[in-house]
């Protein structure tokens, strides 16, 4: 082991735990929040299609990559660029990923905290009992009162904040193993619960329809820029995040199996939530496209009418909350993992810093559901939220990923790749650098470039 690495305090300590952290992170609202609502908006089968060939062709292979570049520089991720692009006599200019990728984290945790927030309220809500017996339109409309109140919104975000802050400053790996290891396999069972709502009350057959059965025609362009937006935002891509949780991994770890492992884990729960809440949604009559609040206006309907669902409904809900937590926690981890570095503050004080400057971007979005619901951004009609869930997941992520790609692709000495990898075949050699330097940043690059002559299309 270098020196490096000796001086880190906590290194995961062997390969199942490292999956748990990674699965923690990339497991969280996107799968049970996001991909139920944009899959829903954005018309269902063919949307889902595109999202699944997304995680495989780029999802997996930035991931490899990620974690790759974790283990090789074993720092923060701008500090490992940094390392690597000075071993490898290499231009330090590639570090400027680490930095895109503290900024993106920065802005994605000051709206993600405020839905983790909402779901903390959740699990009151629904240990209280209110939702027993109730309909779907009680149910949305308690939603819509709860949105419409800032101050409200304001308390739940800022409890989930503040816990995210008291964890990130104790330190990656304490606390978030265990949480991993009890949570998700809870979650798994209590989506499957929900399924089951879905199979007696009668949306199943319609929701698999639903999520499974692709309608090109309701696919736009828009549509798959969304479902690779989303490939990164939930497996934590484009930004760092896995690349600071790789920094830590023993060097024993293989990079292939853990990725093909966390992916396939995500991608299972994002599936699971989609066809428990589309259930819902169709015995319900509701619409798929309810937007940003399905979660809500779906699942508590569910529990309140199914036996003991006071107890399960919260329970769901915390669980949530948990995964949440854990997404939270890496996000935070390259700007957290980098300043400590500096060695100037200690991580509680870092912690607080930018868990206090996302606080104060926080309330921007808090206010996009109330006082500010009709302040847009001019040209694209999107709130303060939207504009920073949209400019994260539809550029900033993909961008990062496509950088990432080009660095292990075509920067790093091909055999530092290979040797990370335990690639020794040729052929095999050949496929890897095929897609990671070719195929992955082509797709990432065509799908902005037709993105981008729509947007100048229809705003001419
Ligand atoms: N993957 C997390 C989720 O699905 C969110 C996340 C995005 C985490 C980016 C880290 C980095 O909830």
Redesign the pocket.
Known sequence: MSEQVAERSDMWSNSFIFVLAAAG???????IW?FPYIAGENGGGAFVLVYLICIAVIGIPVMASEIMLGKLGRASPIQALLNLARTHKRSTGWSCVGYMGVLT?FL?LSF?AVVAGWVCYYILRLFSGEFSGADASTVGEAFGDFLADPLQVLLWFSVFMVVTIFFVARGVTRGLELCVRYSMPAVFVLLLILIGYGIHAGGFVESMAFLFTPDFSALTPQAILIALGHAF????LG?G?IMAYGAYVPDEVSVGTTTFTIAILDTVLALLAGVAIFAIVFANGLAPDAGPGLLFETVPVAFGNLPGGAFFGGLFFLLVALA?LT?AI??SEPAIAYFSERGKLSRAQIAVVIGGACWVLGVGSVLSFNAWADVKLPFFDWTFFDSLDKITQLIL?PLGGLLIAVIVGHVLPKHVVYEQLGLEQTQIQQVWTYIVGYVTPTAVFCVFIIEAIREILTHM
Request: glycine share 14%; proline share 0%.
């Open positions: 992170s990339a497991v969280g609202l996107g799968n996001k984290g994605i993600y935002f939930t497996l934590s930004m995040a949440a997404s890496s996000i992520l």
